[in-house]
């Protein structure tokens, strides 16, 4: 209690000098004799709408003037549509450039996710961790479209909630959080992982922007799950329908929609035999660097992951591609599970290190827990956080239940 107090009047705005209630309101800050650069964040985002509407009216006189039609996808290049992706490299890049989002979308969404819970590593990054593994064990992309606008509204009310903490209740009431002045206080380290209001330890704001990314491209891919349900734009995109998981891989030749670019015919086929051919041995041995990299308890379990695949490999490929998925899909299911365990010991290596190195050594060791955020009091130790390679699994599954899959297995089978 005597150490609370004496940070508190160290550290408090309640204590450290005469509090200004016009702080707190934002919009009455004091600018003295600098006004720009306290409106200079006012000022950008007033540019960028000015901007927005701009373009936005002068496309629409643009399509009054020529008699031309709204688009009925968002696109960059006009006439490029799925036909075009196979015709040579700079229709597929223009077509990417197009449709990368409809395609990968729901990769990137994840991978934004693992980079908040990556950048956060506090009490919210676990919640986002549980809203992650909800969405995975769905399985199929259909039945996470299912659940996809309750994800959103999930991040969207996580967002606004942390928006509210980070506000706090006005410094001139002079009344601290109970948290603060209650018998069992807590420390600066806990207040800070579990991100509440605090005259001492502010929460940061700047953990919002990160959650803001995530609630952008959530808003978007639950536009692309409307949007791939019509048939126009299935059209043009193509689609977004995975491959039978009942299909045997030795009947798959009279199933691929495109030429054979095994033949190497063009760059295109040269860089699809590579994406399709190589992309899940450069996984594994990712999965291997991950797992030699640090000497923990859960870098055993990718080694074992990559031995296995490594060890069957080639015949793994042959399997049904119920099996192959459900294999993929153990993998994901693992390095998500070590995500939110890391999430879960960063409240040991941020809030309670100095205990642990006193009383338990070994699980600082069995666990390599170590405070990857700044802005924590503790000691310096050895680890790190894994879990890090999830986009490039989550990208070879994406890559798996595409159409063009099947040419992969040729190779394995002496084709």
């Known amino acids: 209690m005597e150490g609370n107090m004496a940070e508190l009047l160290r550290r408090s705005v309640l204590y450290v000098k005469p509090v200004d209630p016009a702080i707190w309101c934002g919009a009455l800050r004091k600018c003295e004799d600098r006004i720009l650069p306290c409106l200079s964040n006012h000022l950008m985002v007033l540019g960028l709408l000015v ?42 890049i223009k077509y990417f450039i197009n449709y990368f989002f409809y395609k990968f979308g729901l990769e990137v969404c994840f991978v934004v996710a693992v980079n908040v819970i990556g950048q956060r590593m506090d009490f919210y990054s676990l919640l986002h961790s549980c809203a992650l593994m909800a969405v995975l064990s769905r399985r199929r992309r259909k039945a996470m479209g299912e659940v996809w606008p309750k994800y959103c509204c999930f991040t969207a009310s996580l967002m606004v909630l942390q928006y509210l903490l980070c506000i706090g209740i006005p410094p001139a009431l002079c009344v601290d959080y109970p948290w603060r002045t209650s018998s069992q206080a807590l420390t600066s380290n806990l207040i800070k992982w579990l991100y509440l209001p605090d005259f001492a330890m502010r929460p940061a704001p700047s953990f919002i922007l990160y959650d803001h990314l995530l609630l952008l491209c959530s808003t978007l891919q639950w536009q692309v799950f409307e949007e791939e349900n019509r048939a126009t734009v299935r059209l043009m995109a193509g689609e977004n329908v995975e491959i039978s998981r009942s299909l045997d891989p030795r009947s798959f030749s009279q199933y691929i929609p495109v030429n054979n670019f095994l033949q190497c015919r063009s760059y295109l086929d040269i860089a699809k035999v590579f994406v399709f051919s190589y992309f899940f041995w450069l996984v594994l041995c990712l999965i291997f660097i991950t797992g030699t990299t640090r000497i923990n308890i859960f870098c055993l379990g990718y080694l074992l992951a990559c031995f296995y695949f490594m060890l069957f490999g080639g015949s793994l490929l042959m399997q049904p591609v119920r099996n192959i998925l459900r294999l993929w899909d153990c993998l994901i299911g693992y390095t998500c599970f070590v995500i939110g365990m890391k999430n879960l010991l960063s409240l040991g290596s941020c809030a309670y ?20 955020i700044k802005g924590y009091d503790v000691c310096k130790s050895a680890g790190g956080g894994g879990g890090h390679r999830v986009g490039c699994d989550l990208l070879h599954r994406a890559l ?5 899959f099947p040419q992969l297995l040729l190779p394995v089978c002496g084709v």
């Open 353 to 372: 290190l100095d205990h642990l190195l006193k009383n338990g050594c070994w699980l600082i060791q069995a666990f390599s827990m170590v405070c990857t």
């Open 51 to 92: 901007f927005e509407v701009t373009v936005h009216r002068h496309q629409l006189y643009y399509r009054l003037h020529n008699n031309l039609k709204v688009p009925t996808f968002s696109i960059i290049f006009q006439g490029i549509t799925r036909q075009h992706l196979d015709q040579g490299i700079l229709p597929c």
């Open 400 to 404: 798996g239940s595409e159409k063009g």
